[in-house]
């Protein structure tokens, strides 16, 4: 039993540093993808259990607020963030109230682990490259200029993917409002309500939410995060390929020397 115990210890115990840095973020990313799977359940769940229900029954709140007639309530999925209880009101307007339970909280977790795990990620990407520039620069070896700036090409990829990412949280904040993004209606109809979410890999903003018709629609924008951080791949992709290049030109070449 204690050796069992003492396997997965051991493991950890043989990783380096770096592979440590590496593996911890991961596993942030991995617990923030389960915690997003549980929500996709979760909202399943919640919405099949409320149609089961039947609108008087799960939308009781609905009914009591606005005194809406309780066979009116239709219930629609907001997968996966609950579901919605909507009805027409006596003077023809329309009554919603959203039921998200413990899918917001699973969406803000999931959501922050999976920032924080790629913010780490990506800055241990940055400081191990820095630091592999900066030991190839003082060592003789190698083919000089070219795997010097291959080094370089990724250094400033991995750099400008941490500063997008801010990027696109700073025009989230912008337009957190739903200017410049937002429709004010649609196919005609008015818009009910919106909100705006940012998404990270990649950088991109979206707009969904209801017209006065109970219409859904989604709008998605991309803007300079989004076109900076697939130039921050690009950069880095060609610098990995050229130095691979590189290093398996130098290895054929000392092995023809020998």
Known sequence: MR?????????????SRWQMAILLPCAAMAIALLLHVAQWVTSWISTALAQARGGAGA???LVTDFGVDPDAVEIIDRAPFGFVCQASTYDGGTAMIEHS???SAMFITSAGLAALGSAVLLGVLLAFTVTRLLASARSPRGDGGVDRWALLLIGIGVFVLPLMMVGQRLQWYAKSDGFGICPESVSGNDVLGFSVTADYLPPSLTCSGDTVTGQE????????PFY??????????VGLAVLIIVRVRSRRRKGAEV
């Open 3 to 15: 050796a069992a115990a003492r396997g997965p210890f051991r493991f950890v115990r043989r990783l």
């Open 59 to 61: 939308c009781s709140d």
């Open 101 to 103: 339970g413990a899918t």
């Open 217 to 224: 629609f989604s709008v998605t924008q991309y803007g300079f």
């Open 228 to 237: 900076g951080f697939l130039a921050g791949l690009v950069l880095a992709a």
